[in-house]
């Protein structure tokens, strides 16, 4: 089982950046992926991006060229830089940990942090 913690959440205007940090414990770090996911009211768990211990990422296309995620292997830490936020970016932030981190459904994924909250306002 791993253990995840989420930080950096916050309000920003419409166009700003926050950069969110999850730092993971229990297992070593390169025997899993870590993903980033969000949920705003009313609808379902989506995904937004995920990277593996050797820095391949994945991003969702609603976030590519906006969204970095990149790892700190040092700290077991994986960073969400959010940048250009939009209104429709308004969500918890949760990040989650998977053995193969293939899939983009978040029923396909084990471990997950308790969420951190991104309001952005127009």
């Known amino acids: 089982q791993v253990q995840l913690v989420e930080s950096g959440g916050g309000l920003v205007q419409d166009g700003g950046s926050l950069r969110l940090s999850c730092v993971a414990s229990?297992?070593?770090?390169?025997?899993?992926?870590v993903g980033w996911f969000r949920q705003a009211p009313g609808k379902e768990r989506e995904f937004v991006g995920s990277?593996?211990?050797?820095?391949?990422?994945r991003l969702a296309d609603s976030v590519k060229g906006r969204f970095i995620i990149s790892i700190d292997n040092a700290k077991n830490t994986v960073y969400l830089q959010m940048n250009g936020l939009k209104p429709e970016d308004t969500a918890v932030y949760y990040c989650?940990?998977?053995?193969?981190?293939?899939?983009?459904?978040?029923?396909?994924?084990?471990?997950w942090g308790q969420g951190t909250q991104v309001t952005v306002s127009s």
């Open positions: 989650a940990a998977s053995a193969t981190g293939r899939s983009t459904s978040s029923h396909y994924w084990d471990d």
């Open positions: 990277i593996r211990w050797n820095d391949s990422t």
């Open positions: 229990g297992r070593t770090f390169a025997s899993y992926a």
